[in-house]
């Protein structure tokens, strides 16, 4: 007995150490292994898109936004009849592939997404199907409220939560946040599915980005380049606005365009941002850079005249025709009536370095820098490479190619004095708490033209306006300056003909811009596709309702003069001092007793305007003429070299406001 019970109770010990070592084996030294095991059965760890930073324009419109929604997962041991489930939820959600959706409620697959970020009124059919195995978490879903509203500004994202285009891409890193993770989990009975709520990463949302846009002046120039665009049946328009005292874009506009809530449902082409994607040969707008190389280099002077040979001149073989026949032309009046020929005497004139070199330094030729993805430089070839003609052609903006937003950028720094701005979108970046200024000033890209050549470019191109290709520009109490582009649509091979791109760029008000943009409309049908039958109304239409809305007085409809064009007010002054000059000198002088005498008193302020005269700065030279404006509180813009010729106000006129300008042309040898 003793025996049979040592025996016993040994085997007992050895089971029970047997069974002690499986638990030790199980809980402590495997259990590591183990845990993971349990794991992979038992939950599955789902990555949730963070909520994406809100768009804003300037004014705090919600341009894009982030929404919860719900997701559809499915566990498909769990689904009972695949094919009828996966035949009704193909059925309410369009996106989804029955027949994918199947294979994959068929696998032996613990988890699978059926369907992504439904709209709310799709997740409720879903739900309202009551199927087994089907389920839904919360996720975040991108909105864009304005729909078509700067689309392709904005841009879009994928199913994955990443930008694809616009903004969205430039600053996804920004604006994406960082995912959340969540628990899916299985209980004992391998049957229904709950989420973990206590552990794992929460989504952390993006940062906010506020722009410089305005939504209702990017409301009014997509309307007015949509009516263009559709009236004269176009391939496509373009068209971008700047502040030309910052840089900052206040609307950029691309037609056709899409809208990102279904950005899936447009084409590739619909999707670009022609503004700063899509090159093109610009025309008659460039023969500003041309004026302006020449006019810096004191080879010419506003008032200088060119025979424009009646409509056609011959280069190198070449016979290149003016759009109408020209004589004898001004410099002004060559860009007023938009000249070719006149163009190409002046940029001959100026010579290939020296046009080459202005061209670069008003942006053409390299990327303006601007926060927007997938921008063009434009193509400029070296100027080693020009031919004879193809300085001719550049002249008057052929043989190169330019975006959109260059040639506004180029017109806003004529705006801004000569100096090249760096244009912008984005204008801070952060949280509802906490922001920062990404532009808390212009930054500049060097000076494209000095102080006096940017004035007088502003009086000939607001004489385009008033007098010229350009009078559809016209704002009524507002004087505009601008240029009308249009050129033959240039393709591999050579120009197309019968295919043009109309323009117009410019600026408003003239002597104060706050608004300097540019309108292309690309290969206008139905007979007319000149840029001032085009593009320059829609312009004006811009232009008008912008200055309004920005509160922009009305300025007094008093058309401006050149220099030797002596105004009615001016003439009515001279005479009026002629006339007491007079009649002090015969008081003074006359020995005839019956003639009265005249009373200082008598010599009414009616008779003599009231305030300061404005010097005859005739013959000064530029330091004397820069000492006597600072006496008068007055800044002095000269052009030329030598002592002055001519000036505007004219010798007589009261006094402008401190801190006006006052034009001098000098000459050498003047008297």
Not at 85 to 101: N, W
Not at 268 to 275: F, M, Q, S
Not at 332 to 344: E, F, P, R, T
Not at 605 to 614: I, Q, T
Request: glycine letters at 10%.
């Amino acid at each position: 007995m003793k025996a049979r019970l040592v025996v016993a109770l040994t085997l007992v010990g050895l089971w029970i150490g047997a069974i002690g070592w499986r638990l030790f084996d199980l809980q402590v030294a495997r259990h590591d292994e183990y845990q993971r095991r349990a794991e992979r059965q038992q939950q599955k760890v789902v990555e949730l898109d963070a909520p994406r930073g809100t768009i804003y324009d300037r004014n705090g419109v919600e341009l894009a936004v982030s929404v919860e929604v719900q997701s559809v997962f499915a566990v498909p041991r769990e689904v009972v009849d695949p094919a009828r489930t996966a035949s009704a939820i193909a059925r309410l959600i369009p996106d989804v592939d029955g027949a994918k959706l199947l294979r994959q409620l068929k696998s032996d697959r613990e988890f699978i997404w059926a369907a992504r970020k439904l709209d709310p009124p799709q997740a409720k059919a879903v739900k309202d199907l009551q199927f087994a195995g089907i389920y839904f978490l919360p996720e975040s879903k991108r909105y864009y409220p304005l729909r078509e509203l700067a689309a392709p500004v904005l841009g879009y994202i994928g199913t994955d939560g990443h930008g694809l285009a616009g903004l969205e891409a430039e600053y996804d890193k920004e604006i994406a946040g960082k995912s959340g993770r969540r628990r899916v989990l299985r209980d004992a009975r391998q049957g229904t599915v709950v989420r973990d709520d206590r552990s794992f990463a929460a989504a952390e949302a993006g940062q906010d980005l506020r722009l410089t846009i305005d939504a209702s002046i990017q409301y009014v120039v997509e309307r007015e380049l949509g009516k263009a665009v559709e009236r004269y049946h176009a391939k496509s328009g373009s068209a971008v606005f700047l502040d030309p005292r910052t840089g900052a874009v206040l609307a950029m506009a691309s037609l056709p365009s899409f809208d990102p809530n279904r950005f899936a449902e447009s084409t590739a082409e619909d999707r670009r941002n022609r503004v700063v994607q899509d090159a093109f040969e610009p025309g008659s707008t460039f023969k500003m850079v041309t004026v302006a190389t020449a006019l810096e280099a004191n080879l010419i002077d506003p008032s200088d005249v060119f025979d424009c040979e009646m409509g056609s001149i011959t280069l190198a073989n070449v016979t290149i025709h003016d759009h109408k026949p020209f004589g004898l032309l001004s410099v002004a009046d060559i860009l007023a009536k938009s000249s070719d020929v006149g163009a190409i005497k002046i940029g001959l004139a100026a010579g290939p370095e020296r046009l080459y070199a202005k061209i670069r330094a008003f942006g053409f030729g390299q990327q303006t820098g601007i926060d927007l993805p997938g921008e063009s430089a434009g193509l400029l070839r070296p100027v080693d490479k020009w031919s004879y003609i193809t300085r001719a052609y550049v002249s008057f903006g052929q043989g190169l190619s330019t975006t959109a937003l260059q040639v506004a950028n180029a017109f806003a720094a004529v705006a801004a004095g000569g100096e090249l701005r760096r244009p912008f979108v984005v204008q801070s970046i952060g949280t509802e708490a906490i922001s920062r200024d990404l532009h808390p000033k212009p930054q500049s890209l060097g000076q494209a033209a000095n102080e006096a050549t940017s004035r007088s470019l502003e009086r000939m191109l607001e004489g385009v306006v008033s007098g010229g290709t350009a009078k559809a520009a016209t704002v009524a109490g507002y004087p505009v300056a601008g240029k009308t582009g249009t050129a033959q649509k240039a393709l591999p091979g050579g120009y197309v003909p019968g295919k043009y791109v109309a323009s117009f760029a410019g600026f408003a008000p003239a002597r104060h811009p706050v608004l300097a943009g540019v309108i292309v409309i690309d290969e206008p049908e139905g007979g007319l596709y000149h840029g001032g039958d085009i593009a320059a109304p829609a312009f004006g239409a811009i232009a008008r309702e912008a200055l309004l809305y920005f509160g922009i007085t009305p300025e007094r409809e008093v058309p401006e003069r050149w220099p030797g064009e002596v105004s009615p007010e001016v003439l009515a002054a001279r005479a009026q001092l002629a006339a007491v000059a007079a009649m002090a000198q015969a008081v003074a002088t006359s020995s005839d007793p019956a003639t009265p005498t005249v009373a200082a008193s008598e010599l009414t302020e009616a008779a003599v305007p009231s305030g300061p005269l404005l010097p005859d700065f005739k013959g000064m030279s530029a330091r004397q003429v820069v000492a006597e404006t600072s006496r008068l509180g007055l800044q002095p813009v000269l052009n030329g070299r030598g002592v002055v010729a001519r000036q505007a106000p004219l010798p007589g006129a009261p006094v402008p406001a401190r801190g006006e300008r006052v034009e001098l042309w000098l000459q050498s040898g003047a008297s």
